[in-house]
């Protein structure tokens, strides 16, 4: 009887534990789904082709936002370029190089660590450092680098955990018919992980693209009609457009339609790059063996 009224509490706990987790997946989505809905109502008059592909024109109240959208592109794809490798390389060091120990435990705190900073510290740290010190100056190089910092530990540790996540036999196996550590790693281990390394990259993507601390202070320009001809030249960045519209002006009321207009084109660009990521990684995870 004991064991009957003990499995049973058990039971209603686990039923209440998942309906808590249920209900709380249901209340994120709810207010996801309405946040995009309420950007969609006030923005999609604003999408028309005009909007897409001219330059903003009578103090940023008319016009367009391509140099935005084109300049939002080349600091994201920098910053991806920057960070991709480096966190690749950085993971495999720690989880198949590295000796297990304090130090590299004081490492991987450190990395969790900088995940944490406010993207404004690492837009300080980009002024003075590229800007300033390399002197840069205010360019697509110089937020790209300070963009691929800030998302570095992300890709990082979703590197580590993909990298963990192969099993061992694998390495085991390529290592007992004398392939070299590295070829096992290059050969084996890393395709293997490629599909949980793309996830770390999705997830940096949508960082980068909608940050706007770090650019305002290493790449944003408040306005230019010219598209960027070098990596040195300034450019126009659909977050700091945001901002700028929204704070900056004197007809703020005037430009609430581009303001949201501006939103909703740069979460369909996050969304079209992450599309793209999350179909390479599935087609990657159709392939694999195991």
């Known amino acids: 009887m004991m064991a009957q009224s003990t499995m049973r509490w058990r039971y209603l706990k686990q039923k209440i534990f998942f309906g808590v987790v249920r209900l709380s997946a249901l209340i994120i989505s709810l207010a996801l789904f309405g946040i995009l809905a309420y950007i969609f109502f006030h923005g999609f008059r604003a999408i028309t082709w005009d909007f897409l592909?001219?330059?903003p024109t009578d103090s940023m109240t008319a016009g367009g936002i391509m140099p935005a959208i084109v300049g939002t592109l080349y600091l994201t794809v920098g910053a991806i370029a920057v960070a991709l490798p480096l966190g690749i390389v950085s993971a495999i060091y720690l989880t198949e190089y590295a000796k297990q120990g304090r130090w590299v435990r004081i490492i991987r705190i450190g990395v969790n660590c900088l995940a944490g900073v406010?993207?404004?510290?690492?837009?300080l740290f980009?002024?003075?450092?590229?800007?300033?010190?390399l002197k840069f100056g205010s360019s697509i190089l110089a937020g790209s680098l300070t963009l691929g910092i800030l998302i570095l530990p992300?890709?990082?540790?979703?590197s580590e955990e993909a990298l963990k996540a192969v099993p061992q036999t694998f390495r085991e196996a390529s290592l007992a018919l004398g392939v070299s550590k590295w070829q096992t790693i290059s050969r084996i281990v890393l395709p293997s992980a490629l599909p949980g390394i793309l996830t770390g990259a999705i997830l940096g993507v949508g960082r980068a693209a909608g940050e706007t601390a770090?650019?305002?202070f290493t790449a944003a320009a408040f306005f230019t009609a010219a598209l960027p001809k070098s990596i040195f030249?300034?450019?126009?960045?659909?977050?700091?457009?945001?901002y700028v519209l929204a704070t900056a002006g004197t007809n703020i009321e005037m430009t609430r339609p581009l303001q949201y207009g501006t939103a909703l084109v740069l979460i369909a660009l996050v969304l079209g790059i992450d599309l793209i990521a999350?179909?390479?990684?599935s087609s990657m995870r159709r392939r694999k063996r195991w």
């Not at 030249?233 to 945001?242: C, G, R, S, T």
């Not at 999350?278 to 990684?281: A, E, F, K, Q, Y």
């Open 126 to 133: 980009g002024l003075g450092f590229f800007v300033v010190f």
């Open 278 to 281: 999350i179909v390479i990684r």
């Open 53 to 55: 592909t001219l330059s």
């Open 233 to 242: 030249d300034e450019v126009m960045a659909l977050p700091y457009h945001i």
């Open 118 to 123: 406010p993207s404004v510290v690492f837009g």
């Open 154 to 158: 992300t890709i990082i540790g979703a």
């Open 214 to 216: 770090p650019i305002m």
